[in-house]
């Protein structure tokens, strides 16, 4: 079946613009993740879905970024007030679970995001 | 809070050589610990998990092993092939679910 999608591929953005980026993760999967990657570095996360609510929104960076998933499937990633530091690749990530040992994270290919 | 060390950063080896990617994380109190492959400008392949239980995990020419109580897990790649080459992440599960992953690994296999 398909894998995790995201959309837009890349985004381009003036500082100040609000910006959302999709996720459409594993039809079933109840699990969501959000990650943030910097050049160079690993993912970083930044929150996770159990099905509709926000299970652990810790890796938020501040009250500029927020995420939805209304209907427990796609998820949107919300950034206000872009900054040029906001830029990097956002990957989403879903599972079947979110709490076992076994549970194993499927990453879609990432939004590509440039702040100018 | 937990951190997740790769070693080397890079490294280059001819076709057909193996080799060992290390991974080192500082709490011992994880679900599971997984190794990704990233090809330049893609997503994560996840390539192993190994849950917190397990000793290792093996998928064709890859062996990853886990030593939870000194923190270590190392990936095994034999006879690697040029088509190998790819940065490898590894990231530990905490029990609260998210990944923290390590810096990575920028592997080049020579033809």
């Known amino acids: 079946g398909a894998g995790v999608s995201q959309t837009p591929s890349n985004k381009v953005t003036e500082k100040g613009k609000y910006v959302e980026l999709r996720c459409d993760p594993i039809s079933g999967h109840t699990a969501l993740y959000w990650y943030r990657q910097s050049l160079g570095q690993g993912p970083e996360f930044l929150i996770y879905?159990?099905?509709?609510?926000?299970?652990?929104d810790s890796g938020l960076p501040n009250d500029r970024f927020f995420a939805v998933r209304p209907e427990g499937s796609v998820s949107t990633l919300k950034i206000q007030r872009t900054e040029r530091g906001d830029s990097a690749v956002y990957l989403c990530?879903?599972?079947?679970?979110?709490?076992?040992?076994?549970?194993?994270?499927?990453f879609g290919p990432g939004t590509r995001l440039t702040v100018l | 809070k937990q951190e997740v060390t790769q070693i080397p950063a890079a490294l280059s080896v001819p076709e057909g050589e193996n080799l060992v990617l290390n991974c080192s994380f500082t709490?011992?109190?994880?679900?599971?610990l997984q190794w990704f492959r990233q090809d330049p400008g893609k997503g994560l392949t996840s390539l192993l998990l190994?849950?917190?239980?397990?000793r290792e995990q093996t998928s064709g020419r890859l062996n990853a092993s886990l030593d939870k109580s000194s923190g270590r897990s190392t990936l095994y790649i034999a006879a690697s092939q040029p088509g190998d080459s790819a940065t490898y992440l590894c990231?530990?599960?905490?029990?609260?679910?998210?990944?923290?992953f390590g810096a990575g690994t920028i592997l080049r296999v020579k033809s």
């Open positions: 990530a879903s599972s079947l679970w979110g709490d076992r040992s076994y549970n194993e994270q499927f």
């Open positions: 709490d011992s109190a994880i679900y599971n």
């Open positions: 879905f159990q099905g509709t609510g926000a299970a652990d």
């Open positions: 190994i849950q917190s239980s397990q």
């Open positions: 990231a530990v599960k905490e029990y609260g679910n998210k990944l923290v």
